[in-house]
């Protein structure tokens, strides 16, 4: 990898002055400069005001995110004595002694009278035929799941999962959680049993809700055998739930969702303190067992109403589609839409059927007005010779983001020529580690070619080398120098918080570093260059390594194997399994076909492989860890003495070998495009 970055000198697309004038983010500034001492909105320079108004939120981050609170009224039933406490990192204490509760944020629907009638939730199968619930509807719901939940015994801090698709119960379930002050984890029906218990059997949930099955592209995936699986796996059960998507009856021992949401009773919404857990989230687990990501309900009440109320710009009336599944952190964000009083949009469905033009068909129908999607979906569109302007009505979506990998200079020109000259292209980049997006989107900013707008407010980012000097137009590590109040309040099981410490502090004391390769431009855009560990990242949805591994290599001719995650030029993703074979076996068709079957049936279809390569060896560190980083860094282009030091591994020809196949694609790669 290079370390200079050409800097394009004009925007692809530059806000008018109407819509700047318009933004609600232009509103806070100014409401913000006149009560707590904010730089002043520069309607003449868009660009300097908001550069002026981030470091404000990155250098004041007491009175910034009190602003915040201020201007979202945030309900504090016991009010806070400070802003935060203590702003090491980590373990920054954000509001202490103030209670609250997420749900009852969510729930409280637009304030407007004329507007009290749009939906609170669209659901959308692959029917496209959008099911409507409303405001009073998805209230009375969560207050009888939620007096439920009490009557199961469920109590502050008991944790309740869920194995369910992208449909308006997950959501219920989830504000129901949170109304009790329990906590929320959830994965999507696709994982295969032993993903889904590597990850819940770390937090002992006492409830589980799960769907019989579901439908994806134009299939019916029955799930009751893999939901028994989860029940025998996962002792500490006090109660299952069955939301009966396909009509099945219900197991025996298992309660009725219909019956558990019928009464007509309000929620009472438990006050819990600002770091008191709202969900767990996972990473990838490249390396093990999936880290178990606490978030707060504070931090996270606060993070989303800024990165949703001031970056995405909405407000009640906007609707806000996002295709995600419940095991990514994007489905989590989506249910915060909520809180700022616009329509969340779920989409249970597969990203392409029946056609490639599947998303933007339900964009239009639900007249969205912001659509995420992933960097690969733009991309395949492209490919698929899709052209949404043309073939639907887009009048209502103002802006398409991307996120789950860098979005190409090929995909912004796409978005730009076929979607619409007047869109606003927000790419954004963030984690399931802090549920948010530390570069992205920005209203009243210019979109250029291959570019995040900005940082944003609060998130105090910047690209560092090795010795930890910052760099501009230059290649470095993501790292972020000040707490955010969504940064995990620690790893579930991570009592001394070591493994915490290790994930993000180890290489720049008190400083976070998330595993990004990043250049900060200086016009103040952020580019992506793709993953600096070896965390895979299929179609926005990170998984880990260790996973594939573990089921592969059950098979009885696969010795050991490794995977790697390569982000391409062109904006596709290659992730190649190379296997090494014991003595006598071949890797031929009907092997291929098992290890797909295999990898199939124990994850999700996310999983496959592009392509299955036999090595002689799998290289490792001296202390048995697989190469992956900087095999990774190898079919990146990265020459060998850069990739790794060859004194940290255990069998130097091994790692030769696999150097050798990556200059023979490079080769054939160039020699196809005339290079």
């Known amino acids: 990898m290079t370390t200079e970055t050409a800097v394009p000198d004009q925007p692809l697309w530059r806000p008018s002055a109407e819509r700047v004038a318009a933004a609600r983010l232009t509103a806070f500034h100014g409401w913000a400069a006149g009560r707590h001492g904010a730089p002043a909105v520069r309607p003449d320079d868009p660009t300097a005001g908001y550069a002026a108004l981030h470091r404000w939120s990155v250098t004041d981050l007491d009175t910034f995110w009190r602003a915040l609170a201020e201007w979202f009224d945030v309900r504090f039933h016991t009010p806070p004595t400070a802003v935060l406490a203590d702003p090491r990192m980590p373990g920054a204490r954000w509001f202490p002694g103030a209670t609250l509760n997420y749900a009852e944020h969510a729930l409280r629907g637009p304030a407007d009278p004329a507007l009290r009638d749009q939906p609170a939730l669209l659901a959308v199968d692959e029917s496209v035929e959008p099911r409507a619930v409303g405001w009073p509807e998805l209230r009375q719901r969560v207050g009888a799941l939620s007096a439920a939940l009490r009557d199961l015994g469920v109590r502050p801090g008991d944790r309740v999962c869920g194995y369910l698709p992208n449909i308006p119960e997950a959501v219920v379930a989830l504000l129901a959680t949170a109304t009790v002050g329990a906590v929320w984890t959830s994965c999507a029906p696709d994982f295969g049993a032993r993903s889904v218990l590597d990850r819940f059997q770390q937090v002992e949930p006492v409830v589980l809700f799960a769907v019989d099955g579901y439908r994806y592209g134009g299939r019916v995936h029955e799930r009751a ?63 093990g067992l999936p880290k178990a990501i606490v978030q707060s309900q504070g931090g996270i009440l606060l993070e989303h109403l800024k990165q949703l109320g001031l970056h995405c710009d909405l407000g009640p009336g906007d609707r806000l589609f996002w295709y995600t599944s419940t095991g990514w952190m994007m489905w989590n964000f989506l249910v915060s839409s909520l809180l700022t009083g616009s329509t969340a949009v779920l989409y249970d469905g597969a990203p392409g059927y029946p056609d490639p033009a599947a998303q933007w068909r339900v964009a239009e129908r639900v007249r969205a007005t912001v659509f995420g999607t992933s960097a690969a979906y733009v991309t395949a569109c492209a ?31 796409w978005l730009h020529e076929e979607a619409g000259a007047d869109l606003w292209i927000a790419s954004v980049s963030g984690g399931t580690d802090v549920c948010s997006c530390f570069a992205g989107g920005v209203p009243t900013l210019p979109v250029y070619v291959g570019e995040l707008q900005a940082p ?49 502090f180890d290489t720049y004391p008190g400083v976070w570093r998330h595993g990004d390769w990043i250049t900060h431009t200086s016009h103040g855009g952020v580019i992506i260059h793709g993953r600096s560990d070896s965390t895979l990242n299929r179609q926005g949805v990170r998984m880990g390594s260790a996973d594939i591994y573990e089921v592969v290599e059950r098979l009885p001719e696969i010795g050991e194997s490794l995977v790697i995650g390569v982000e391409q030029p062109d904006g596709g993703y290659w992730m190649p399994l190379f296997v090494a074979l014991v003595d006598g076996a071949e890797l031929d068709e009907a092997l291929r076909r098992r290890i797909a079957g295999t990898i199939r049936g124990n994850l999700s279809p ?15 560190t001296r202390t048995g860890k697989r190469l992956e980083v ?24 091994a790692l030769l070998f696999l150097a050798r196949l990556a200059q023979q694609r490079a080769t054939v790669s160039d020699d196809r495009y005339g290079e």
């Open 383 to 413: 490919k698929k010779e899709v052209h949404p302007a043309r073939d639907f009505d887009l009048s209502a979506t103002r802006c398409v983001a991307t996120t789950g990998s860098p979005l190409p200079p090929e995909g912004f020109r």
């Open 606 to 620: 996310r999983h496959l492989p592009d392509e299955i390569i036999e090595i002689p060896k799998v290289p490792h």
């Open 225 to 287: 055998e893999t939901v028994a699986e989860l029940r025998a796996g996962l002792p500490t059960l006090r109660a299952v739930v069955q939301v009966p998507l396909l009509g099945s009856p219900l197991p025996e021992g298992v309660l009725s969702w219909a019956e558990l949401t019928s009464a007509p009773v309000e929620p009472v919404f438990e006050p819990v303190p600002f770091d008191h857990p709202l969900w767990v989230l996972y990473s990838s687990g490249t390396t």
């Open 630 to 653: 900087p095999v990774k860094r190898l079919f990146q282009g990265a020459e060998l003495d850069r990739a790794v030091n060859l004194g940290s591994v255990d069998d130097p020809e």
């Open 456 to 504: 944003c407010l609060g998130t105090d980012l910047a690209a560092w080398d090795p010795s930890g000097t910052p760099l501009i137009d230059e290649v470095g590590e993501l790292v972020v120098g000040t707490p955010m109040p969504s940064m995990p309040v620690g790893f579930w099981n991570d009592p001394d918080g070591s493994r915490y410490h290790d994930s993000y």
